[in-house]
């Protein structure tokens, strides 16, 4: 038996004997049958035996075959409208790209902050964060990756710009709704369960903060040591292209959209439009003649279905758990914890999200939890849209091991960063991460929850 099928059938294998104990353990066959379709899910988008896309498309197989879902409602999931909102931004992210507009983006923020080690850790993590708050953290990380070690020729530096990098893309990836995979799973929920959906400012409102904090701690952490060893930043302001004037334009008269769209109660309710057909709108307006910035024959290999069917996948595993009962089973197991303080509740969510996330994909994590975190809270009479919210953001705030997010496992493949140095950095940004984003939760989102 070849290595691969040695790993399909270990899959299998592994998922058939989830089904059987949890039958045995009192849970109804189709909430048994679930968990065992949610484990070889796992293990497949893991072990990489299939493809991503193919993976993410079982689930309209695996779940009318077992009586989970039926297969309309399973594939209704994979049209969220929500999944249309990522292919538009993606669409704007890929015109970014193209024009070379994240360069001169780079370029002048770098140029924000002081040419020593300290401040070039400060400007790479802001960087970062601002280039993954509209591309993806692994696109970012793989843009910038370069700079990172062409500004230092001292190991122990170049470690810390590519941590900056690593960091700063998983911290600013929470800014934006389209700025990483469980965000958009949150409104997909969201709109599931008719709870009103964020506005895109009212997001940023809401989660810029936390991230620049966040940013700022990580910057002084790995900035500790350091003297005030210059760099090789450049004093060169490239030209803004014709090209990327007009995506920056696009982008502005979007974000202006996007605000005026946003009610400001009690003065203004908004332009009343959804927001997935504002951002799907601007992504297909870069095929126009007159823009000339995107040409489908060409670019069409960079568009990211396998996420889109990534997402598909997210929202009908959190839809099976809803119709199976299965998360209002695993909610009433947790009923201790609603005795306990709102806070305490927010931190034991925050930490066990954030954990385990270190170990596995946060958004198969996110569609797990969210349907569950939904029941506990409706059961508690608490506001389920806030501690979803603190379980969204603590999904993205993995920093420890090469393999919890994307940008983690491309820095450390330069040979660079040992796992002990990114461990021991990352433990702390965990810890550090928890705690703000409890406190945000309790003191700041209640306002606008």
Known sequence: MGEASGKLFLSVATASAVIGLSFIFGLTLPQSALLGSIVLLVALWSNEVLPMAVVSLLPIILFPA????????????????????????????????????????AHHLLNLFPKTAKGVIFALAFTSAMLSSLLSNTTTTLLLISMGLFLSDIPRIQMRYLLAIAYGASIGGIMTPVGTPPNLILLGVQVEHALPVMPFVQWVAMVAPLAFVMLAIMGWILG????????????????????????????????????????????????????????????????????????????????????????????????????????????????????????????????????????????????????????????????????????????????????????????????????????????????????????????????FI
């Open 66 to 105: 077992f009586g989970i879902t039926d297969t309309k409602t399973t594939s209704l999931n994979y049209a969220n409208p929500i999944v249309y909102l990522f292919f538009g931004g993606f669409l704007l992210a890929i015109a970014v790209e193209k024009s070379g507009l994240h360069r001169w983006m």
């Open 224 to 447: 500790r040591g350091l003297g005030d060893e210059p760099s090789h930043a450049s004093e060169s302001h490239p030209p803004l292209t014709f090209s990327q004037a007009k995506v920056l334009s696009l982008l502005g008269l979007l974000m202006g959209i996007l605000f005026l769209n946003t009610p400001i109660h009690p003065y203004w309710n908004g332009l009343g439009l959804a927001e997935e057909g504002v951002i799907l709108t601007f992504g297909l307006l870069l095929f126009l003649p007159g823009m000339n910035l995107l040409e489908w024959n060409e670019d069409k290999g960079k568009i990211p279905f396998r996420i889109m069917f990534l997402f598909g996948a997210g929202f009908a595993i959190a839809k099976a758990f809803s119709q199976t009962g299965l998360a209002d089973t695993t909610a009433q197991s947790l009923a201790v914890l609603g005795t306990f303080a709102p806070w305490i509740i927010m931190l034991a969510i925050a930490t066990l999200i954030t954990f385990t996330t270190e170990i596995t994909s946060n958004t198969a994590l996110i569609s797990v939890m969210l349907p569950v975190i939904y029941a506990f809270s409706t059961q508690n009479g608490m506001d389920p849209t806030l501690l979803m919210m603190v379980a969204t953001i603590s999904a993205s705030y993995a920093f420890m091991l090469p393999i919890a997010t994307p940008p983690n496992a491309i820095v450390m493949g330069t040979g660079i960063i040992k796992v002990k140095e990114m461990a021991r950095y990352g433990m702390a940004l965990n810890l550090i991460g928890i705690v703000l984003i409890v406190l945000f939760a309790y003191f700041y989102w209640t306002k």
